[in-house]
């Protein structure tokens, strides 16, 4: 049964576009043009949501690429959200439509504008009006000015949305700015850039967030304030996982889009904590081993640009390289979801609409999705959490899929953005081939799960310690004293630069001699060196260079302009009757 607004009829006439002539009807939530051309028995209709359009100009107005104005009486210009397949991924594209109508006079023609304005206003409440914007200029391909002056600002000024623009010149220079400077007015913040520049908004919402609230953000069992500012993201980056993971695709013009018309999508974000202090914020990826390892020595070859990754990974991996640890999580139920039910988690996903439901119900609006979970921290709730011992090839957390172009499914492909969980993917000791078979499946659709050395867990909360005593021991006492500052010079803001091995020694006080390394009849260079005892953790592209850490998930901290992965029906739709949909829809196999 349709609702009372659905029904009640705001405006209906005749327009021209073209030399075909419509029945135009705008109701409480769409604007539906039809042929009315008697003779014509296949009558095209099309049926656009009055919370995806954009804007209405006077006359006739193109905006994409350039702007051009051709200002008649009788003519409006009505700009909407139309849907495109991708075929670099399963998400849709979204563009400008734009549709010219001719009225048979300037009332009429006053009369649609004015209507249809006054129904984006009370259709779209959560629209920004205002917003910050970060561009990183050094990030990807060092187009990030070029990108949101050209095809990002002139959608904002169509939508009505003012904007203060900063283009950074240093590192944290937007962390900074979110901490420090009066953030009056503003109803969300924008950055132009990659994973990086995004990582640094992230921070600087989180932590003026709990600032402004007196919480503090170094107590694990403090539950954290939700986030007022929105975040959006324009992909403009080397990696993009974030946007990828929660939009479907790299697309400046869609992430824009997404922003103009005010979606909101909420995500989880895990906090990452070291002895007394919390260190950083992750939403993609804590990874310890192959990929801590691999970000250590792509600092060495930051000249390749984005090829050092590959070629870091190629090192790492013929390394061969295992380490000891003890693992303790705190599971989530398993009768809500589990990260081997070959689900995905898309726009409208179930889980995390009944994980709001769920969590919200008797906690503050205020407060995160995790101010329920502050039982594992307490003393009482100690017998709840898992160990598990053993050497490791890596160990991962994460907070939603992480897919990506050259991984479409991701690290954990049925990971949720927003139940108040993470995945943690242990993987154990194996040899090259096994080991190297689970990372190709990445690429494909096959689970890399279903391996015997390999074993996944949906958690609220994880940490991972050394082995008692031992060469790991001293390993990261060497490691604490670096960071106490005896030999600080190769560790700054987080980041650490030079290979794993130059860690190792560094941190000891040694350099490296011909007898620390073992050689091998097929491997050369880094490759044959001493494998150290410990390895560091790569913290969404940040280095992380103590191994014991605390992980929390804190449920729906922050929201982004986007409204998850839209599948192949949302297209189907999108010319038709919108249709909410709140299922769970099934991967691929």
């Known amino acids: 049964m ?117 129904a984006l206003k009370t259709h779209s409440p959560l629209r920004p009006h205002r917003l910050l914007v970060f561009i990183n200029p050094f990030g990807g391909k060092k187009k990030g000015r070029q990108i949101y002056h050209s095809l990002v600002a002139p959608l904002f000024e169509l939508a009505g949305i003012s904007s203060h623009v900063i283009v950074t010149e240093r590192a944290n220079q937007a962390r900074d700015h979110l901490l420090k400077k009066d953030l009056t007015g503003f109803d969300g913040v924008v950055c132009v850039g990659g994973d990086g520049m995004f990582s640094e908004i992230l921070h600087g919402v989180i932590g003026r967030t709990q600032q402004e609230a007196g919480l503090c953000e170094n107590d694990p069992a403090v539950p954290l304030q939700q986030c007022p500012l929105h975040i959006g993201i324009i992909p403009a980056g080397s990696t993009d996982c974030v946007c990828y993971a929660t939009v479907g695709v790299i697309d400046p013009v869609t992430s824009a889009l997404h922003v103009v018309i005010g979606d909101s999508q909420p995500l989880d974000v895990c906090s990452v904590h070291h002895g007394l202090g919390q260190v950083r914020y992750s939403v993609s990826l804590v990874g310890y081993g192959f990929y801590g390892d691999v970000l250590a020595e792509s600092e060495n070859h930051r000249w390749m640009g984005p090829f050092r990754y590959d070629y870091s990974g190629a090192v790492v991996f013929l390394s061969n390289r295992s380490y000891r640890g003890t693992v303790q999580y705190l599971p989530a139920d398993p009768l809500l979801s589990s990260p081997r039910d070959k689900t995905r988690c898309l726009s409208g996903c179930g889980v995390c609409a009944k994980s709001t439901e769920r969590l919200f119900t008797n906690t503050s609006d205020s407060g995160s999705l995790y101010s329920s979970y502050s039982g594992p921290f307490n003393n009482d709730s100690r017998g709840e959490w898992v160990t598990v011992d053993g050497r490791f090839k890596c160990v991962s957390l994460t907070c939603m899929s992480s897919s990506c172009a050259k991984s479409p499914l991701g690290l954990s492909p049925s990971a949720h953005l927003a139940d108040g969980t993470g995945d943690l993917i242990l993987v154990r000791d194996t040899n090259p081939l096994g080991f190297l078979k689970y990372l190709y499946r990445h690429t494909t659709t096959q689970d890399q799960f279903d391996l015997p050395f390999v074993e996944v867990h949906r958690v609220k909360a994880m940490r991972f310690s050394l082995a008692d005593g031992g060469e790991e021991a001293e390993d990261n006492a060497g490691l604490s004293g670096a960071m106490d500052g005896e030999d600080g010079g190769y560790i700054k803001n987080g980041k650490r630069s030079g290979s794993q091995q130059h860690l190792a020694g560094r941190a000891k006080g040694q350099t490296m001699t011909n007898e620390d390394k073992t050689v091998t009849p097929f491997m050369c260079g880094r490759c044959c060196s001493k494998a150290p005892a410990v390895s560091v953790w790569n913290c969404d592209g940040e280095i992380l260079p103590f191994p014991e850490i605390l992980c929390k998930i804190h449920g729906q901290l922050v929201c982004l302009y986007a409204r998850g992965i839209e599948d192949g029906a949302s297209l189907r739709d999108s010319t038709e009757e919108r249709v909410e949909c709140n299922r769970t829809c099934t991967l691929p196999r």
């Open 2 to 118: 349709k609702t009372q607004m659905e029904t009640d009829l705001r405006l209906e006439s005749s327009l021209w576009v073209g030399n075909k002539r419509y029945l135009a009807v705008l109701t409480g939530w769409h604007l539906k043009w039809t042929e009315a051309e008697k003779k014509n028995p296949d009558k095209q209709t099309v049926s656009v949501p009055v919370a995806e359009v954009v804007g209405v100009e006077e006359g006739r107005v193109e905006i994409l690429p350039h702007k051009s104005v051709e200002d008649t009486d009788r003519d409006f210009t009505v700009f909407y959200v139309t849907r495109s397949s991708s075929r670099a991924s399963s998400g849709l594209l979204w563009r400008l439509g734009r549709t010219q109508f001719t009225c048979p006079s300037r009332v009429l023609r006053d009369q649609w504008i004015k209507n249809l304005r006054t």
